[in-house]
Structures are given as structure tokens and as C-alpha cells.
């Protein structure tokens, strides 16, 4: 059974799903807010549950040539001294690999297999009307044009229109961090894993990159900071890490790539939020997290694989309600999970008593690959 489907947001969950239910048969087509595509994002780190649905999705060949495979995961304090360490073989079950790469290239990899696909860029949704008697879902764009669809997805990120429109009462949650992510060129002697160094009410990671640039974040303990102009940031980010290694001190004081620093405070929506009639939210707009299990991209394309296959799974249009509730009832109790073993480490990492946390990582291992073992266990 073949549905005509419009998908709102081309951001890497979008531009996947338009390419996955595409291939599926379906008639589909996308409305992009931004008019041009410009520089986005950072870096992207893909832990094995992401790279294995890209395979799924026929792009790992295509994205590997841009990206560093990691092999292992060393947390040190901010002075150097090792924590803990753990290497990921063995973690996931066809060894699918931790990939890292720039979010602009894999997002580039991923709009270039839509040339078959409508974009309309520069155009929003202004107004969704549903109907029982046709099951059907018109939707009003900024253009003028009035589109009618079987099915209508919100792939627009954490800030959702669609989804505040649809379920007005759902709240972000703040994690009570403040954010710094840039790219820069690679510090001599860095190998290819990445390294998470961890301050008292602060951290800094850094993803080796395949260009031999690198990806860096950075987050501080911080209840008020709403924003900060750039100067001001750059000046806070100096500041905050200038105690750390020499690595760290000379990535944060050296040139950023495409001079780009990127911040903000970290919002998560802890509950996901799925359907509402036959439109669906996936990808960040069903549920953000805190990137610390490096989920935000996987959970959004274990969406997209689970979508194509109960549509899949159609005989006729009557049937959708019943496939979005199969869909949710599949997805929410995994997405919650991730959720909790994201969100909940993340702020213990910056509030808990310094030697109590240390002495915990050094006893249990990275917070990374102890999630992953356990979610590496079951299939979305
Ligand atoms: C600090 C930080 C670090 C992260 N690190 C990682 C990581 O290492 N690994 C990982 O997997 N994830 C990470 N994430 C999360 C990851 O970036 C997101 O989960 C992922 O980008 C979500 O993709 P998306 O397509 O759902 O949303 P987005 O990437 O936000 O894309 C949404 C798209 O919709 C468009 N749009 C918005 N509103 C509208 C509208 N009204 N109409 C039409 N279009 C619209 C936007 O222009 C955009 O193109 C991190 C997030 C943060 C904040």
C-alpha cells in the first residue's frame, strides 16, 4: 500500500526518512524552513545503533570516506589522569563501527540521494486541517499552496511548530548545562578515539575527526545563562577550560574551524511525543536528548526504519491509526529509556561531589559504553 506522505524539516532525520519511505513506494515530499542549505552543526559522533541504520539505509559506504571510526573511550580528569577506559569490539552484535564526522557532511550525504524527491525550500506550514471522512491531512503552506497527504511527519527538531501546535502543553526540560561546539584542526600526537576530560562542574570532549580536524564540546554546570554574544562566549569558553591539559587549553584559545562556535543551553523533551491523528512526529521533534549516550541521530533514524516497515505492513489507508499506535508502542519504551540513561548521567556528571564521581567511573567504566552494552542488547 502505497501513501502519499509530506514530511516537514529536512535535517538529517527528515532528509533519511524522505530517502527510506521513498524506496518503500511511497509518494513523498518535503518542506524545508531554511531557503539555502549554510553551514550547520558541528561534528557527529555514531555509536554502532546508528551506523547499523545507515546500513539498513544503504548510506555506510557512502558516508565512511568523511568519517573516523573509534575504537575505544578514555575519560581523564581535567589534570590528565585516567579514569577509566574501554574499547567498543564486542559491544554491538554484527560490530557495526563508531563512526565520527562532521554533522555538515553526513547531512550532505544524506539531501544528495532526494534529486527524486520534492524539496520545497524556504516554505513552512502554516496550518494543518484533518479529516475522518477522507483520512486524509491538508496542510496550508507559507507559499500559498494547500497540500493534502495520508500522512503528515514532523521531522523539525527539538523546536518543533508542528508539535507545539499539535500537543500545546509539552515543555522542554533544561539540564542546567550551558554548551560550547565547534570543529578545529587536530592537536599533534591526538590519536583517533575520542577522550572525555572531566573538570569539577565542567567537561570537554573532543571526537577525532577524519580530515584530521577534530570535534569539540564543551559544557559548564550553569542554572542562568540564557545566551552569550560571541566574544563574550569565546571569552567564557577560554576561561572555563583554561586549568585543562594543554590539548584542551590550546584547542580552546587556538582558530575554530570555519571560525563557528556554537552554544547554547542544553534542552532536552524527556517525554517523547509521537501522534496526534495521522500526524507523527519522529527524530528531535518526538524527543530530545542529552547527547552524552550520543542517541539525538540513532533513536531518529531507529524511527525511520521502524516507520518504513509497519507502513510496510499496510493493506489499505483505513489501517494507518492502528500502524502509528504499533509504531509508538514499539519506539516510546526504548526512546524513554534512552532518555533516562542520557539525561540523568549528564547532570550527575556536573553536580555530583568530584571524588565520589571518580572513584564511581574508575569502578563502573565510561557512562557511554555501559548504556550502549545494555541498549546494544534488544532491536528498536
Ligand atoms: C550539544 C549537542 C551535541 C550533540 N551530539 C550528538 C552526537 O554526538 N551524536 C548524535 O547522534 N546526536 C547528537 N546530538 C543530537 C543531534 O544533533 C540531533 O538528535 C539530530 O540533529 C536531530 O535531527 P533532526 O533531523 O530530528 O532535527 P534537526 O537536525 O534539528 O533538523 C530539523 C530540520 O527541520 C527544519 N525545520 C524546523 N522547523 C521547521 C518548520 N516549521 N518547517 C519546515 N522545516 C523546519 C530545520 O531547518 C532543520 O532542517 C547533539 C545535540 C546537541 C545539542
Redesign the pocket.
Known sequence: MNLSIVI????????AAARALSQAGHKVRV????SQWLPR?A????PAN?TSQLAKLGLLKQIEPFAQQGSAISYLTASGDRLCHRAFDGLYPDDAPYL?LR?QDLHEQLVAGLEDIPVAMG???SEVRQSDSDNSVAAKLSSGEQLHCDLLLS????????RQTLFPGTALDDLGLF?W?FLAKKPDGFGHDPQLYLGRNDAFLI?PLSSGDVYC?GHRADQDTLHLDEAEALAQLQQCFSGYVPAVVQLTQGKMLENRLIT?R?RVLNNPVWSSGRVLC????AH?CG?IL???????LEDVTVLTEVLGGLTNKEQLPQALEQFRLRRDPRVRWVCEHSNTPLRLLSSEDEQLRNTRLKATGPIHTQGWEALFKSQP
Open positions: 516537514s524539516g529536512c535535517g538529517l532525520v527528515g532528509a518542506i524545508e524552513r531554511v552543526g561534528g557527529v559522533a555514531l546508528a565520527a554533522y516554505t513552512e506550514i521531522a523539525e527538531g527539538l523546536h518543533s511548530p508542528l554548551c561546539r571526537y564540546y547554547g542544553m519522529i527524530g528531535d521533534a530530545g547527547p550520543q542517541q539525538g541521530v540513532a533513536q531518529g
